[in-house]
């Protein structure tokens, strides 16, 4: 007597194959729009980087509206105001060719009455944790500076890090400022250049990597574990077919 083609093990092999298809497809497409994304943003990285530099008065101009400071983000400016030297501060765990260090950041008053983080770059450590680094002081006298134009990530790279200087037990830029009372607009700048050489960085901050990352490489690995998935269920069905025989 022949065995049941259907049976409730083949229903279930069959279900389970099915949710691992669709759940392999979902993982796929998500990757698949990360590495849109991330190219889309490398694409836009790279087109700003190559645009003239932002005058003063074109810079000032796009400060206002949120959806032009998105469009311009890495562009380079050039703008004319003071560093707060009395608000500044360092941020643990920067490295530079393995070198153990701090990135400085310090505010800066525009000639336009913005006021803004400018991203000093990287200074190496202290020789030991009682030894402060060597941070070259701002002045308060008028400055020109040369930098690149930051929208969304200021707070990414302060949120977690540990203030060295000064230490009040804020971990996000947003309650530093509060503490401070201050109030910064929603965009910083990676100092590039200075009108004063001392304060040109040795080590400014980079630029992101401009790749598109393993999204592409992923989504096409989990498009691989949804054909090997069903794959697998239409050799187990001829096996079945074989043994009702």
């Known amino acids: 007597m022949r065995r049941a083609l259907i049976s409730p093990i083949a229903i279930g092999l069959s279900l389970l194959t099915l949710l691992t298809i669709a759940g392999c497809a979902k993982a796929g497409f998500w990757q698949y729009h990360r590495g849109v994304v991330r190219h889309d943003v490398n694409s836009q990285v790279k087109a700003n980087i190559a645009l003239p530099v932002l005058t003063e008065s074109e810079f000032n101009s796009i400060v206002k509206d949120p959806t032009a400071l998105h469009e311009n983000q890495w562009r380079t400016v050039s703008v004319t105001g003071t560093f707060i030297p009395e608000h500044e501060l360092l941020l643990r765990n920067r490295y530079v060719e393995g ?107 980079p630029l992101p990597e401009l790749t598109d990352g393993p999204h592409f490489a992923y989504a096409l690995q989990w498009l691989l574990f949804a054909f090997l998935a069903l794959f697998g269920r239409i050799l187990i069905f001829r096996e079945e077919l074989r043994a009702s025989k």
């Open 99 to 205: 070198k153990y260090g701090f990135g400085v950041i310090t505010l800066f008053k525009s000639n336009a009455g913005q006021s803004f983080w400018v991203d000093r770059g990287w200074i190496q450590a202290g020789k030991d944790a009682k030894t402060p680094p060597n941070v070259e002081r701002t002045s308060t006298g008028q400055i020109e500076i040369s930098a690149r134009l930051r929208t969304n990530d200021l707070n990414n790279r302060v949120k977690g890090s540990f203030f060295a200087l000064p230490s009040n037990g804020k971990t996000e830029l947003q309650n530093w400022d509060s503490s401070q009372s201050v109030k910064t607009a929603d965009f910083s700048l990676d100092l590039m250049q200075a009108s004063n050489p001392l304060l040109t960085p040795q080590f400014p901050n």
